[in-house]
């Protein structure tokens, strides 16, 4: 028997990166597909590439037997293959309604057919579970995790053969999680192939059939699941030793340089105590949402306000990102693409934002030294980027992490916030970010590390603390902790 | 660990195709003279391609490079200033209001320290409608498109009131020599500033200024927060730089652009009218934009910007020298505008049939 979408030697180049290189995939009609990997491995490139976003440029894909190369997301769409994506894509002020219907509204002249329209609405709510509510209900006001039923319900409008799901757990609680699994399996059992990407291992054995494994943009494995241990899919993910995921820089902790006492500001953090050392890596677990980023910025100034004392060395210290920055604090956003780096400026240029007091006297700037001492950090750090005139867009996620590091590496900063400095790149990198992590507290450095991935904050840092509501609820040895004890606290 | 290694080759542009690239509305300045000439040559009245007409040319676009050149870099910052018009004509208004009823004949006692104070008053009026928009905008967090279409027509009425609703026509024997043929085109060599150098003394204050504006963005660390905070704000904030600041500080220093280009209407004109700089903000827009300025902020040269203005005031001398009328000739220009940002977008985006957009 043929599959239902067959995906043969597919690749995809972004510039010198190499996305997809000859992907191989097959899914079939009431099977639930799980695509693994790390982050960066392909998986949100390959379903890009599916969904007709972007176009591969080299291999086949069959769907039901015939060709299929999609000019667009549209031409997608008519030949069956619909996309739910990781950020949710509905218009908040319109109705569920209008937004199931978007982009298909027409009938011949353009016209809505109210009557006909609103029975297919109800129905494809009905089956994904939302038959309660009000098609004209504002669809700003429902729950993410209802948001996210919407667009299922959207695909299915759309008499979808194949339904790719790209991560879709991500910010749903677990009771919702459940619901969303429920109609997966439904779905399943009426004929529908669907993709399912995602890498945590436990939501992969509970919803699907079959896996495919990438790495660094190639197929490295597939087969049914029950053929397979965890232990196996993770070294097909990983495909290196586990050491070297987390190099060991050897750093010694010292004298206590940054203390706070009772921080709060509104929402978060609350009431926030605690006293962090030279040479020391502070990792901050939680939930999102439970005030570490708010933590950070507190500490950075960039909110407006807030309440208790920030303390270095003892002296307290002004409410300004500018005197923070002179006092040695850096900043590395969690958001890279907008506030992080400006994405349309160079290399050099986010390098030495804001650091030019630097290299500059009276305000000239001696472009000499500039280029010199950015281009000893773009090796330091080692950006693959064709000259430090190279547009920030252009480079993959990870380098773009360096770029925002060297800056942080120009400011010669004492206390590293670092806001989920790993989020979306590849394994190879983040490994590098660690030790660059592990040498700059070798170095007499601070860092504070705000991470969601809990083996990195128990390899790399010396103690971590677990936020909830606001609130640091406990701090521990790093090696006291272990992941299901995070895991409780955050939800504590 | 091979593969991290940088390469440096990977997509190295040649130096000369990138000094080239840079060049880009340059063409467009080249193929519209080249167009014009021939045109002319062929059914005109073939004065268009003579020194004569290039100095015209070149003093009725310093009017307007010079108060474009604050509007690069405000552009580049992010923003947008509606109100450069009117700001420009009420500088003019009140610098021929200063010449009027303050200044003595040149020769007389004291004359000489009268222009200064008139022209104190001018730069002062143009540095405030600066500073009123910079302070609006940073303050009151209101886009700059919003404030300044407010302060476009809070400007024109200013203007108004103290002209006293008409035009405001100074003695010509108050204006000392320099001033009166500072926009001089003809051909009496006496009247230049530098006799063996027959270009008008406005457009070389526009090349100086220029290359002043052009080092102030790539060598001052202001001039770089410039691009900082155009290109994305947030970035700017969290690299310490002042947002807030930093607007205010580049919408008064275009004031002194504003001022310096009501200085050479002024001396074009030589006299006040509040109600002629309504829609001149276009045109130094314009000229911005033809000059690949981004209205999203973080692109833009001062050359280009200059290239720009040449391109809008060789179209209209072109379609004079054709008999083309007046109404045709804005047409030609819009169009010209609109071609030129849609060619910069071809070639520095990824190349698109455009009808696929339509999709």
């Known amino acids: 028997m043929s599959s239902l979408l067959e995906v043969t030697d597919v690749s995809k180049r972004f510039g010198p990166t190499r996305a997809l290189d000859q992907v191989c995939l097959k899914a079939e009609s009431g099977r639930v597909l799980a695509l693994i990997g790390e982050n960066g491995a392909g998986k949100s490139t390959l379903l890009k590439v599916l969904s007709g976003a972007h176009r591969c440029d080299s291999g086949w894909m069959m769907l039901d037997g015939k060709p299929y190369s999609p000019s667009g997301p549209i031409d997608a769409k008519n030949r069956g293959v619909a996309i739910v994506y990781q950020e949710l894509t509905l218009a908040p002020d319109l109705s569920i309604e209008d937004n199931l219907m978007l982009g298909r509204s027409g009938t011949g002249l353009g016209t809505l057919v109210r009557g006909v329209q609103r029975r297919r609405v109800r129905e494809a709510m009905r089956r994904v579970g939302l038959g309660h509510l009000s098609p ?108 070297d995921l987390f190099p060991h820089v050897p750093h010694e902790v010292g004298m206590p340089r940054l203390t706070l006492k009772n921080v709060s500001s509104s929402p978060a953090p609350v009431d926030v105590s605690l006293r962090i050392h030279e040479g020391e890596i502070f990792g901050v677990a939680g939930l999102v949402g439970a005030g570490r980023t708010e933590l950070l910025r507190c500490l950075y100034a960039l909110e407006p306000s807030y309440q208790g004392h920030v303390q270095l060395e003892g002296r307290s210290l002004p409410h300004r990102v500018g005197a923070r920055r002179r006092e040695g604090f850096g900043l590395l956003s969690e958001d890279r693409k907008s506030e992080g780096l400006a994405q349309t400026l160079s290399v050099t240029e986010n390098i030495c934002m804001g650091n030019h007091r630097r290299f500059s006297t009276l305000g000239i700037v001696k472009l000499g030294a500039r280029k010199a001492e950015t281009e000893r950090l773009i090796r330091q750090v080692e950006v693959k980027a064709s000259s430090g005139d190279q547009i920030v867009s252009e480079l993959s996620g990870g380098n773009q992490q360096k770029v925002a590091f060297a800056r942080l590496l120009a400011q010669n900063a004492d206390i590293y916030l670092l806001d989920e400095p790993t989020k979306g790149i590849d394994v190879g990198t983040k490994a590098e970010i660690y030790r660059m992590i592990g040498e700059l507290a070798a170095s007499g450095r601070t860092v504070v590390f705000v991470s969601s991935y809990l083996p990195e904050l128990l390899s790399v840092c010396d103690r971590i603390g677990v936020m909830s509501r606001g609130r640091m609820t406990e701090i521990r040895k790093a090696k006291d902790w272990t992941e299901e004890d995070l895991m409780a606290a955050a939800v504590g | 660990m091979t593969e991290n290694q940088p390469s440096a080759d990977q997509r ?325 505008i609109i071609i030129a940002v849609l060619i910069d977008g071809l070639r520095s985006g990824k190349p698109k049939w455009l009808f696929d957009r339509l999709r």
């Open chain 2, 12 to 336: 190295k542009a040649n130096p000369l195709l990138k000094f080239l690239g840079r060049l880009g509305p340059a063409y467009a300045l080249l193929v519209v003279v080249g167009l014009f000439s021939v045109l002319d040559h062929q059914f005109g009245s073939q004065s268009f391609f003579s020194a004569r007409n290039a100095r015209v040319i070149a003093n009725s676009a310093a009017l307007v490079a010079v108060p474009a050149m604050g509007m690069t870099m405000i552009i580049i910052a992010g923003g947008i200033d509606l109100s450069a018009g009117t700001a420009l004509t009420l500088c003019g208004t009140a610098l021929a209001l200063a010449f009027r009823d303050y200044t003595v004949p040149v020769g007389a006692e004291d004359a000489t320290y009268w222009v200064v104070c008139a022209l104190a008053v001018g730069l002062g009026v143009g540095i405030a409608c600066g500073l009123i928009n910079g302070l609006i905008i940073a303050l009151a967090e209101i886009v700059p498109f919003i404030v300044t279409l407010g302060t476009m027509t809070i400007f024109l009425g200013i203007g108004q009131v103290i002209a006293s609703e008409s035009t405001v026509y100074p003695e010509t024997e108050h204006l000392p020599d320099w001033m009166r043929y500072l926009c001089y085109t003809g051909s009496n060599s006496d009247r230049y500033w530098f006799d063996w150098l027959h270009v008008p003394s406005s457009a070389l204050i526009a090349i100086v200024l220029g290359i002043g504006v052009a080092m102030l963005m790539h060598f001052t660390v202001f001039g770089r927060n410039m691009v900082a905070i155009g290109s994305n704000p947030a970035t700017a904030r969290l690299c310490g730089i002042r947002v807030g600041m930093t607007t205010v500080a580049v919408y008064a220093f275009a004031g002194i652009f504003v001022a310096a280009g009501a200085l050479l209407y002024f001396a074009n004109v030589k006299n006040g009218n509040p109600s002629d700089g309504t829609g001149k903000e276009l045109e130094i827009i314009a000229a911005v934009v033809l000059g690949g300025g981004s209205l999203s902020g973080g692109r833009g040269s001062v050359f280009g910007t200059v290239v720009g203005a040449l391109i809008i005031k060789t179209i209209g001398s072109g379609c004079t020298m054709l008999s083309i009328p007046n109404t045709y000739t804005h047409i030609i220009i819009g169009v010209i």
């Open chain 1, 136 to 243: 004209a209900a504002r669809t700003g006001d429902q729950s993410i995790a209802t948001c996210q039923l919407i667009e299922v319900a959207r695909a299915l409008i759309s008499d979808a053969k194949i339904i790719l799901l790209d991560e879709p757990t991500s910010s749903l609680p677990a009771a919702d999680v459940d619901r969303l699994f429920e109609i997966i399996g439904q779905l399943r059992e009426r004929g529908l192939a669907i993709i399912y990407i995602s890498h945590f291992l436990e939501e992969v054995r509970r919803v699907a059939d079959d896996y495919a494994v990438l790495r660094d943009g190639q197929s490295v494995g597939e087969g049914s699941l029950s053929d397979i241990s965890d232990d196996q899919i993770i070294s097909l993910m990983v495909g290196r030793d586990v050491n």
